[in-house]
């Protein structure tokens, strides 16, 4: 069945770094793609998707391009902000039509 | 915007206790789920419901129970609690079985069992 692997973490990086956090799937047929986040105290929210392949998702200064030949989806920023840390979490739908999420990356931005 | 709201955020039972939690959601998604969150296992589906009265077992349906009376509410039941059920959880909702994908979650409540 489908699945989602991310990397682990935490991942530390100062204020304005560059961030970027892997996700790769295996999936039947070429299924929407979707990073979510969740702040400290809080549910997650969804940050952005894609819905076919080499579709580009973008919010908040985030973007993730949905590579069918790498099987990846991973997340971009150009520069990070202390209020970006979170968990971030990528998932996609299974066969069943539940979603499936990775297990979480936390992000610790330092000033 | 849509608001998922959990009836606790916090909250401490013994081993045994009937526990309920409770969420409300207030858009009419049609679907509403549980899952819990526990370190390094990231997301895990407990329950969820596509329908009022309608329920599915999800991945880890040990231990729980879930009631779905009117379409805005989604309770979980832990008939007797156990300190391996200490966990964060969240409900969510999803607008329709079509597009069950954009979920949108409630807070969650960190229970404890003692």
């Known amino acids: 069945g489908n699945s989602v692997t991310q990397m682990e973490g935490p991942v530390t990086l100062s204020e304005e770094a560059f961030l970027t956090i892997n996700c790769t799937y295996t999936?039947?047929?070429?299924?929407?793609l979707f990073w979510y986040v969740q702040y400290p105290g809080e549910g997650l929210q969804l940050l952005l998707k894609?819905?076919?392949?080499?579709d580009k998702g973008s919010n908040k200064g985030f973007e993730a391009t949905y590579r069918k030949e790498t099987t990846s989806f991973h997340l971009e920023k150009g520069s990070v902000q202390v209020s970006d840390s979170a968990v971030y979490f990528c998932?996609?739908?299974?066969?069943?039509?539940?979603?499936?999420f990775g297990q979480g990356t936390t992000l610790q931005v330092k000033p | 915007d849509v608001k998922v709201t959990q009836s606790s955020r916090y909250l401490v039972k013994r081993t045994g206790e009937k526990v309920f939690l409770e969420c409300v959601q207030d858009?009419?998604?049609?679907?509403m789920f549980w899952y819990r969150q526990d370190p390094g296992l990231g997301l895990r589906l407990i329950y969820f419901?596509?329908?009022?009265?309608?329920?599915e077992k999800g991945d880890i349906p040990e231990g729980y129970s879930v009631s779905r009376e009117k379409k805005e509410r989604f309770s979980l039941i832990l008939e007797s609690a156990s300190t391996n059920q200490t966990s964060m959880y969240l409900c969510?909702?999803?607008?329709?079985?079509?597009?069950?994908?954009?979920?949108?979650f409630g807070p969650g409540t960190r229970l404890t069992v003692t």
């Open positions: 419901s596509y329908d009022v009265k309608m329920k």
């Open positions: 858009m009419d998604h049609e679907n």
């Open positions: 894609a819905t076919k392949a080499d």
């Open positions: 999936a039947t047929g070429y299924p929407s």
């Open positions: 998932a996609l739908p299974s066969n069943t039509g539940k979603l499936i």
């Open positions: 969510a909702s999803s607008p329709t079985w079509i597009q069950p994908y954009e979920q949108y």
